[in-house]
């Protein structure tokens, strides 16, 4: 079955998002899709409390422990969008949990405006300021990346 494309992009469309029709289509039960969120992110969200006790930050420093989760998450959600809309005809469960709940637990973006708050209260606005712009491009460039790569390393892969 050959997969839609975005038409500025020249991306695959990813299914779950694709128009249809009412008709023919059954909305599936929310329950196991709100669990596979709520578990996948309760995951996340002890892999980034892992990483910020191995790397913790000191009130008044740099929060690079929050912009290197962030950008490693990003990463992965760009490898991970790839693999499941080019690759991998997942079941329907998987891109919740792992990619909403387990990713959206790990990267930390609430975390990341504490951070800038608590450093422009600080007196360390040029900090905070430096810190908003290099998540934001590290994120951006990360997920951007790890996309073309893991695309490029799959039209190597077939014959």
Same mark, same amino acid.
């Given at each position: 079955m050959e997969?839609?494309?975005n038409?500025i992009?020249n ?6 998002i ?16 709100i ?5 996948g992110?309760g995951?996340?969200?002890a892999?980034?409390?892992g990483a910020?006790l =191995?790397w913790p ?6 929060p690079w422990?929050?912009l ?9 959600i ?7 809309t080019?690759v991998w005809v997942a079941h329907r469960?998987v891109r919740?949990?792992?990619g909403?709940g387990? =990713?959206g637990g790990?990267t ?10 608590r450093l ?6 040029s900090?905070?300021?430096a810190?908003?712009? =290099?998540? =934001?491009?590290a994120?951006m ?7 073309a790569s893991?695309?490029r390393?799959?039209?190597?892969r077939?014959?």
């Amino acid at each position: 079955m050959e997969k839609s494309r975005n038409p500025i992009l020249n991306e695959p469309v990813d299914p779950d998002i694709e128009p249809r029709i009412p008709a023919q289509h059954k909305e599936p039960r929310q329950g196991p899709v709100i669990a596979a969120v709520s578990l996948g992110g309760g995951v996340g969200a002890a892999a980034r409390y892992g990483a910020s006790l =191995l790397w913790p930050t000191p009130a008044d420093a740099f929060p690079w422990t929050t912009l290197a989760v962030n950008a490693i998450g990003c990463a992965v959600i760009g490898v991970f969008m790839v693999v499941i809309t080019d690759v991998w005809v997942a079941h329907r469960l998987v891109r919740p949990f792992f990619g909403t709940g387990v =990713l959206g637990g790990f990267t930390t973006f609430s975390t990341y405006a504490v951070d800038i708050q608590r450093l422009v209260n600080g007196r360390e606005a040029s900090t905070g300021l430096a810190y908003l712009v =290099l998540t =934001l491009l590290a994120a951006m460039t990360s997920v951007r990346i790890a996309a073309a790569s893991t695309r490029r390393i799959i039209e190597r892969r077939q014959p």
